[in-house]
Structure formats: C-alpha cells, structure tokens
C-alpha cells in the first residue's frame, strides 16, 4: 500500500502511524525548508498548485491521496483534484468535494446555506461603505468572505468602529455578538458515513477577539447547570446533519457558540480542512483525525468501528509559548494510557496535550508539569 500525502507542515502526525501500518509514503511539499520532508520515504519539492502533485500520483502509482493542508487558500483546487482522480483514475482523495469546499470557504456562503437549511447562526447583514452610521445594535461582529484564524475580524462597539473598519475593507459581513461558550466539533464522514466526534470547550466569547489558540480548552464539552448529556449530543447531531447536507468527505470542523442569554447553539462556520482541535479530540475519545484520513485512504475506514472504538476520557490543552522538552517530535504524538501528554506546535506557538482519566487526573498532570493555568487563563 501506497499513499501520497499533500503538504508536509502537518505529516509528523500521521508518520508513526504508517510507518507502523506499513504504509509506503510519498509527500509533495511547495517549501523545501519545510519540516518534516524527511519522514516520508520520498519526497518531492514542487510549485504551487495541484498541477505536480496531480502528475506525482499518478506516476507513483500510488492507492490514495491525503491532503494535509490546513489553511483554506488550496482547498477549492484540491478539490478539483479529487474530482479528476475520483474521476479518471479511480484513485480517492480525502477530501471535500468542490460544492462543499465552496461553500466552507466563503463566510457569505456559509451564512445562507445556513438559513436555507433552517440551521441556527447569528444574525447578520452585508454592509457597504457608507452604512457605518446606520447601525444601532452592538456589540457586532465583523468579518470578510475569506479568511480564517481570526483574520480581519474585528469587535465593533459603535458606529464609528464599524466606518473604521468599512474604510479599510469597503465591505462586510455584520454579526450579532453572541455572548457565550465557543465549541468546535470534528465530523469524520467518508462513503457515506458520517461520525461526529467529540464537542470541544474552546473558552467565552470575548470583545477583544482572542484566539482560542491562546486559550486553555477542555473536552468533552462540559457546562454548569446544563445536561452535558444532552449538549453533547444535540450539537453531534447538528454536526452530523451539516456535514451530510453539504456533503463534506475526510475530516471537517464545526464552530458553534452556546449563547449564554437562551442555552441554544448557534453555527458560526465549517472549516473542510484537518482542526486545530485534533489533539483534544485524539485526547478525549481516542479516535485521532488525520490517521482515519489515512484508513479512509487505504480502505480500510469504518463509521461504525469508529464509534465502537471511541473512549472517554478527559482532555486539557494549555498553550506553553516554548516548553523544555524533547517530546515534540513524531515520535511522540500517540497517548500512551490514561494519563499522558503531547506536546506539539512549532517554536513561540507550543501547546501541551493531556489525556486524564478524568478531570482531576488532567490537572494533576499539569500541576507535575508545572503548568501556571490561572496565569494562562
């Protein structure tokens, strides 16, 4: 068995897990100072775009394709490689197909899907240069059509936020802030099977835009005097709806934020892309993202034995900025037992994983790690 990965930033956390199958493994990568070429057992350097990676599969001859890219720039050309591979060749490609990754991509998109299928997302308006002072109710949201990680999202609290913002950028999409809990949840589905995984704890809304990268998150999803029960299973199953009806394929993620005023969830948006949330859900339910993209890929993938293996346990994840160690490395990206940790992410940006028994057993974890959570908090 043969497979060919696509970008190589995020290949150290699939490499263990070939090379323990067997898997032979070809990486394409546009940067040659990229980490990580060195864990396949060949690679190859090429431009940009689908055009190389699409003649380096063939000629290897290889039984799948796995695209690892996680930002959204070279979705909608993955896939249109999916579509002639599946196509002409028969050979599948993890990954969305082009009328779900056109809408994922596009925030304005995302919203009428939405509200076409009756799905709860906050309220909003396209605005023009111009409407600045038209606007009455704040705090709101501001966004682009593209962009993601927070990009050129701005919190306006008046008018003249929003002339500022509409200066620079000529247009908007204008949300209504949500006060609230935000979530996110991966959704596995492939041959028509669809699996969503477990709801993430990503930390409160906040009227100065922090990234929850830079927050300490927890799964599963656990509330105070809500059914966590309940809550975790009414947001799978708007995750498992979502993805059917836009009909993504490999591995998606869901944002979502509880309302603090009603307890409803409202959508935000659909990444179709491996989540920055895998660690947590490799954590806390044993089941890891991009090594299913991986069984996707040879065949061997089953709904089903997905959700007979999942576990439960709890999970915490703590940015660390730089932590000592010499754990971050491929060769340390699996949870071993109960009680373990990861640490993964590149220099200035590292976070630490932890995989307890419960929650206690995660912050005791902490404590040995001589992690400061209040100060992170």
Excluded at 49 to 72: F, N, S, T, Y
Excluded at 167 to 193: K, P, T
Excluded at 308 to 328: M, T
Aim: hydrophobic fraction near 35%.
């Amino acid at each position: 068995m043969k497979l060919m990965f696509i970008g190589a930033r995020l290949f150290d956390d699939v490499a263990l897990y070939t090379k323990n199958n067997g898997i032979s493994t070809v990486l394409t990568e546009s940067n040659p100072e990229s980490p990580n070429l060195s864990l396949a057992d060949s690679h190859y350097i090429v431009p940009r775009g689908m055009e190389h990676p699409r003649e380096i599969a063939i000629k290897e001859d290889v039984d799948g394709v796995v695209p690892l890219i996680g930002i959204d720039g070279p979705l909608f050309d993955v896939a249109l490689l999916k579509e002639e591979l599946e196509r002409d060749y028969g050979l599948p490609v993890v990954a969305s197909p082009p009328d779900a990754v056109s809408v994922s991509g596009d925030k304005v998109k995302t919203k009428k899907f939405l509200v076409e299928n009756n799905i709860r997302t906050p309220e909003y308006n396209l605005i023009n240069s111009g409407q600045g002072q038209e606007l009455n109710e704040f705090p709101l949201v501001l966004k682009q059509a593209q962009g993601q990680g927070g990009k050129d999202i701005k919190i306006a609290l008046s008018p003249d936020d929003v002339q500022a913002y509409l200066e620079q950028y000529d247009s908007a999409l204008a949300e209504r802030f949500l006060d609230g809990i935000e979530i996110s949840i991966e959704i596995l589905r492939w041959n028509g099977q669809s699996v969503p995984l477990v709801p993430v704890y990503k930390g409160r809304t906040t009227l100065n835009c922090i990234h929850p990268l830079h927050k300490i998150k927890k799964a599963p999803l656990n509330v105070e005097n809500i059914d966590t029960h309940e809550l975790n299973h009414t947001i799978r199953m708007i995750a498992r709806d979502i993805g059917e009806l836009m009909g993504v394929e490999g591995t998606s993620d869901l944002d979502l934020i509880l309302n603090q005023a009603d307890n409803e969830t409202f959508v935000l948006e659909i990444n179709t892309r491996p989540s920055g949330t895998r660690y947590l859900t490799a954590a806390s339910c044993g089941i890891n993202p991009l090594q299913e993209m991986v069984d996707m890929a040879t065949g061997s993938w089953s709904g089903d034995q997905v959700v007979k293996q999942r576990k439960e346990y709890f999970a915490l994840e703590i940015p660390v900025g730089d932590y000592p160690s010499d754990r971050n490395s491929y060769q340390f990206r699996e949870f071993q037992g109960e009680n373990s940790w990861i640490i993964h992410g590149p220099k200035n940006h590292q976070r630490i994983t932890i995989r307890g028994k419960d929650e206690s057993n995660a912050f005791k974890t902490a404590g040995k790690l001589n992690l400061n959570l209040e100060k992170i908090q």
